[in-house]
Nanobody, 124 residues
């Protein structure tokens, strides 16, 4: 079992920045690829970004590429999502996810574990 706890969400003006963090605990979180998803009420959850077990091969959804940066610190069992140049359309609940299936599984929307989510609201 791996437990994921997100933090760092909040209210920010368009053009601003936020950094989300996801603290992982439990069974060897360093063995898992990790990523971020987001969901707007009434819509399907969508992939945002992923990174492999060693912090390599970051991959981004087209809508956030160039604005968001995913990273991980395995010494702290934490993955981060630095979000810059935020837009109103980035408003969503952001979820952390982990999988043994590699980054490709996350891109396909599959994960073994999910966090509880953190709200990000961007005011226009």
């Amino acid at each position: 079992q791996v437990q994921l706890v997100e933090s760092g969400g909040g209210l920010v003006q368009a053009g601003g920045a936020l950094t989300l963090a996801c603290a992982a605990s439990g069974r060897t979180p360093g063995d898992y690829a990790m990523g971020w998803f987001r969901q707007v009420s009434g819509k399907e959850r969508e992939f945002v970004a992923s990174v492999n077990e060693n912090g390599g091969f970051p991959y981004y959804a087209h809508s956030v590429k160039g604005r968001f940066t995913i990273s991980r610190d395995n010494a702290k069992n934490t993955v981060y999502l630095q979000m810059n140049s935020l837009k109103f359309d980035d408003t969503a609940v952001y979820y952390c996810a982990a999988t043994r299936g590699g980054g490709g599984a996350l891109v396909a929307g599959r994960a073994d574990y999910w966090g509880q989510g953190t709200q990000v609201t961007v005011s226009s």
